[in-house]
């Protein structure tokens, strides 16, 4: 059972369309089981009914014809209960319907497994046999794990577009169609895709036209003799240390890049209008699914074969690839995985926003798009980026929403709230030197996060009174090795010089969970429960040691620096952290450098931390709550996984109870409690905090006006009252009902629409 599964899986993946998948898994699963049909029915929301789209065993005419409404007949049982139901003689069953065009009154037994994706029935699989038949355990078995397959697929189908209406594929051409992802950086972006792949990776190879097919020809057969040449090398080279069955390996190479074989395959796809690279991409792919479904293990093993093959033509295609890639005033840069160097390839006054289809919020790609105030979206999974070079598409990066070939009415749409948010940009640049004081006087500073050297002058000019967080692995991560003492005291001295004589508060090392560092890799099942934060670099005092000393040695004539310890869950961590700073801090002046302490805090980003906050704030200088991390812990959900990102909600009563109580501890031990989650940045969220009694707010750049301008258009008595009926609520929904009722009292509707519903 198990190899058949495998087969109808690889079959289905390597289907080119759903159509295709559908009928491929009804043959399959009907010969496998040796029964008489198989079905498959679709669910249409827009009708609420079952629709067979795929058969074998019933009339192929009824096929987009025959449905069912949900709850109607067996198969709107199943949908119905969202359950397998099994029956030997279906006839007799109360919710027996026939359907006559699909002629299956000829069949007695039924079979039917829901195909369910996040929580939604998709559709049904079906089986069914002339004579009385009770389907056996393993192979109802079979059919479920089948279905939870198929049901990815589906949804992946429809969410790129390529699902199916009741009679044919969906139109390539539709209108709006939406793709979601994270927010990685607000903002709204109207421009057109360009793909960038990262080299020798045949898999993110993006299809494109090319504009002659013929030199493109030329270039895949210049890569092809590149590639014979450096076959024949490494055969002659190795040949005395090689059998002569691993020999065979260059002579099947050989072969296979003869015109007949794979490379004339290649220059057909060329010549029908692919360029070289994706053409080498289709036509490779063919050859490995088709040897990866063989039965015979040594076949399915030369799949990798093809697989190296190609990767080696692709890196001599890429290599000698000399065309100097022109962009669209508005491009829009996608990639499976965006780094620096893609962004570097991008003119900065053409790059209007990023889409990752990997990715979190806390990548080094969303970060330097928050510093550049360019609107992102990450983890969109299901973004078909590879057909996407060239399309027109719209962006939200506050919701994290892509929509391909708007329609004129979306475009209008978001030109407006483009229009509008410049204008509105514009008129909060008369705040840039103010403070931020409520109608009845109350003062709050506003701080931001930085990562960069960039992020100074842009910080500075959107007002910040200083750095609430300083994320030092940011140096690290662009790096190739650990950045040197004197390596981290240039970098932090720029920050601390930059602001002066504001504070800066700088994170230790904060590694582990979906922030690695490539030449120190944390391989964990669990890494966001597992070695991250202080506890890496506790059990690395060198590391942590050349930090310290280097962050002191930095702030020598500055003196505002501030010491901020990530991950702590428990006291003694705090205690071995501050010895650790203490001998550096003594090691330095015995040197000769002229310190003074800085003040020492710790990060609230765990339940542990929250239940211990009065212990901690006995220990330490100040508190900073990292309200990202401490809101999926909480709520038990990874705020960068697409999947349950509906159920990460900021505003969830529980975390603000959270919030409310690190608070009340840290004023209970009369020391500043402060906050730099991305809550700080939504000026709803920043209401709820200034009325928790947070000394002060830390954002991006980006968000500081913003802020301040609903901060000075409100009372800190509103707030107090809004958070008093906040947190008598039950849900995240309720909360942002009590938020926009009491924006609306307050005559902010224009913050309320443009902010409080992300």
């Known amino acids: 059972m198990l190899n058949t599964l495998r087969k109808i899986i690889q079959a289905v993946s390597s289907a080119e369309d759903l159509q295709s998948a559908l009928k491929l898994v009804v043959h399959q699963v009907r010969r496998a089981m040796r029964t008489d049909v198989c079905s498959i029915y679709l669910h249409f929301p827009q009708t609420d009914n079952f629709v067979l789209m795929a058969t074998e065993g019933l009339n192929q005419s009824s096929i987009g014809q025959a449905c069912l409404h949900s709850g109607k007949g067996l198969v709107g049982l199943v949908g119905i209960k969202a359950e397998t139901i099994n029956l030997k003689r279906a006839a007799d069953h109360p919710n027996f319907h026939y359907v006559q065009e699909t002629g299956e009154e000829a069949f007695s037994s039924f079979l039917g497994v829901p195909i369910i994706h996040h929580r939604k029935v998709l559709g049904i699989l079906v089986v069914q046999q002339r004579e009385e038949r009770q389907f056996g355990t393993e192979e109802e078995a079979m059919l479920i794990t089948l279905s939870a397959q198929l049901a990815g697929f589906i949804a992946h189908a429809e969410a790129t577009g390529g699902g199916l209406r009741q009679d044919t594929l969906a139109d390539e051409a539709s209108l709006d169609v939406m793709y979601e992802g994270v927010s990685g950086s607000g ?62 390996l260059f002579e099947v190479y050989m072969r296979m890049l003869d ?46 074969d093809i697989r190296d093959l190609g990767r080696r033509i692709l890196a001599e295609l890429q290599q000698t690839n000399t065309e100097v890639r022109s962009f669209e005033e508005s491009t ?19 790059l209007k926003a990023i889409i990752s289809t990997l990715g979190s919020n806390n990548s080094h790609a969303a970060i330097l798009a928050r510093s550049m105030g360019i ?59 103010v403070p931020a004081q409520t109608r009845d006087r109350h003062t709050i500073p506003l701080l931001v996060n930085t990562s960069l050297p960039l992020d100074v002058d842009r910080s500075i000019a959107q007002g910040a009174e200083g750095v609430g967080l300083y994320r030092t692995e940011v140096p690290f991560m662009i790096k190739e090795h650990f950045p040197s003492e004197d390596e981290q005291t240039d ?86 952290s501050i010895r650790w700073i203490d001998q550096a801090f ?21 339940p542990a931390a929250v239940y211990q906050a009065r212990h901690i704030a006995q220990r330490v200088d100040f508190v900073s709550v990292g309200s990202n991390d401490l809101t999926q812990y909480i709520l038990a959900v990874d705020r960068d996984n697409p999947a349950v990102a509906d159920l990460y909600h900021t505003m969830h009563p529980a975390v603000l109870t959270a919030l409310k109580q690190v608070v009340d501890a840290a004023k209970e031990e ?14 709803a969220g920043a209401l709820l905090l200034m009325g928790m009694g947070y000394d002060n707010l830390s954002m991006n750049a980006a968000s500081l006006p913003k802020v301040k301008s609903v901060i000075r258009n409100f009372n800190l008595s509103q707030a107090q009252e809004m958070l008093q009926h906040a947190l008598e609520q039950t849900g995240a929904g309720g909360v942002q009902k009590v938020i926009q009722d009491h924006l609306k009292a307050a005559g902010l509707t224009r913050l309320h629409s443009r902010y409080v519903d992300n």
């Open 187 to 248: 903002g709204v972006a109207i421009g057109h895709v360009a793909v960038i792949a990262p080299p020798a990776d045949l898999d993110k190879v993006p299809d494109r036209r090319c504009r002659n097919p013929e030199d493109d020809v030329e270039a895949f057969q210049a890569a092809l003799e590149a590639v014979r040449r450096k076959i024949k090398v490494v055969s002659r080279t190795l040949a005395r240390n090689l059998k002569n069955q691993e020999q065979e």
């Open 259 to 304: 015109d007949n074989a794979l490379a004339g395959e290649v220059i057909q796809n060329i010549r029908q209008g692919q360029w070289a690279q994706g053409a080498l991409r289709g036509v490779v792919q063919e050859h490995i699914n088709a040897f990866e479904a063989m039965d015979d293990p040594y076949l399915r093993e030369r799949a990798s």
């Open 332 to 350: 829009v840069l996608v990639a499976e995985e965006v780094t620096a160097a893609m962004l570097a390839e991008v003119p900065a006054d053409k």
């Open 375 to 433: 609107p992102t979206v990450m983890g969109a999974v299901d973004f078909p980026y590879r057909r996407m070079e060239g399309q027109e598409v719209v962006i939200d990066g506050y919701v994290g929403r892509i929509y391909r070939n708007p329609s004129q009415d979306l475009r209008r749409q978001y030109e407006q709230a483009i229009a509008e948010e410049a204008s509105f940009t514009k008129e909060l640049e008369i705040l840039r030197n």
């Open 491 to 576: 970098c932090y001295r720029t920050q601390l010089q930059g602001f002066s004589p504001r504070p800066v508060t700088m994170r230790t090392l904060d590694i582990g969970g979906d922030k690695n560092l490539s030449y120190f890799p944390i391989n964990e099942d669990n890494p966001f429960l597992g070695w991250r934060g202080i506890r890496v670099t506790l059990d690395h005092p060198e590391i942590f040691l050349v930090q310290i000393r280097a962050m002191l040695k930095a702030s020598e004539g500055l003196d505002n620096l501030r010491i901020m310890l990530p991950m702590i869950t428990h006291i003694n961590e705090i205690e071995e």
């Open 586 to 606: 003594i090691e330095l002046c015995e040197e000769g450098y002229k310190l003074v302490k800085p003040p020492v805090g710790v990060m609230i980003e765990v």
């Open 670 to 683: 009369q020391i500043p409690v402060s906050i730099c989650g991305e809550l700080a940045g939504d000026p």
